[in-house]
């Protein structure tokens, strides 16, 4: 079965620092999110992508924030100068089409030091 | 702002007993509801998803039904398994909006004890 997912599965970072999470989502999937869940709370939205451009983004997604699709399979999270509050666990999903069933990966753990 | 809440935040029960599980949200107007399965340190894997127009859905021994005018819904896991412990996460995805991004309740953490 179709299934998205993420690496690295566990990143370490130091404050400052700037890191590109990956996903690579179901293949004919058109509609990709990312989501943040800090530990203990809930999962938030950060992004959504469609058409190769940015449909919907939620106030956690400043400057400090990009998303892109280089390629027809690979969808990244990029955050520049890591804080330490951003240490979470992000999650990448995709949907389809006319469906709103939306599948996630199985996450990128981010620790910022 | 649409929030979710999930009722309890955490179940203990003993294995074979049926339990329901709570889900409600603020603003009526929502497109669809997921529930969905998070495993500890793991994603988040779909159960069922119901639409605004539906009252319920099933599958296996999961049954979720949906109240959009009282802003409520409930998972109903039948001879629960110790398999089943996890924490459940209800979501909606509210009707404005092309993104149709998901707002998440805290879930409910269950124990199912052998």
């Known amino acids: 079965e179709p299934e998205v997912t993420q690496t690295p599965s566990h990143q370490v970072t130091q404050m400052g620092q700037e890191v590109i999470l990956r996903c690579v989502p179901i293949s004919n999937h058109l509609y990709f999110y990312w989501y943040r869940q800090i530990l203990g709370q809930k999962v938030e939205f950060l992004v959504s992508?469609?058409?190769?451009?940015?449909?919907?983004k939620s106030e956690i997604f400043d400057d400090q924030f990009s998303v892109e699709r280089p390629d027809g399979s690979n969808f990244t999270l990029k955050i520049r100068s890591t804080k330490l509050e951003d240490s979470a666990m992000y999650f990448c999903?995709?949907?389809?089409?006319?469906?709103?069933?939306?599948?996630f990966g199985p996450g990128t753990r981010l620790t910022v030091t | 702002k649409q929030e979710v809440t999930q009722i309890p935040a955490a179940l203990s029960v003993p294995e074979g007993e049926n339990l329901v599980l709570n889900c409600s949200f603020t603003?009526?107007?929502?497109?669809?509801l997921q529930w969905f399965r998070q495993d500890p340190g793991k994603g988040l894997t779909s159960l069922l998803l119901?639409?605004?127009?539906?009252r319920e859905q099933t599958s296996g021994r999961l049954n979720a039904s949906l109240d959009k005018s009282s802003g409520r819904s409930t998972l109903y896991i039948a001879a629960s398994q110790p398999g089943d412990s996890a924490t459940y996460l209800c979501?909606?995805?509210?009707?404005?909006?092309?993104?149709?991004?998901?707002?998440f309740g805290s879930g409910t953490q269950l124990t199912v004890l052998p």
């Open positions: 603003d009526s107007a929502i497109y669809n």
């Open positions: 999903a995709s949907r389809t089409f006319g469906k709103y069933e939306q599948y």
């Open positions: 992508f469609y058409n190769n451009e940015i449909s919907e």
């Open positions: 119901i639409q605004s127009s539906q």
């Open positions: 979501a909606v995805i509210i009707s404005s909006g092309s993104a149709r991004q998901l707002t």
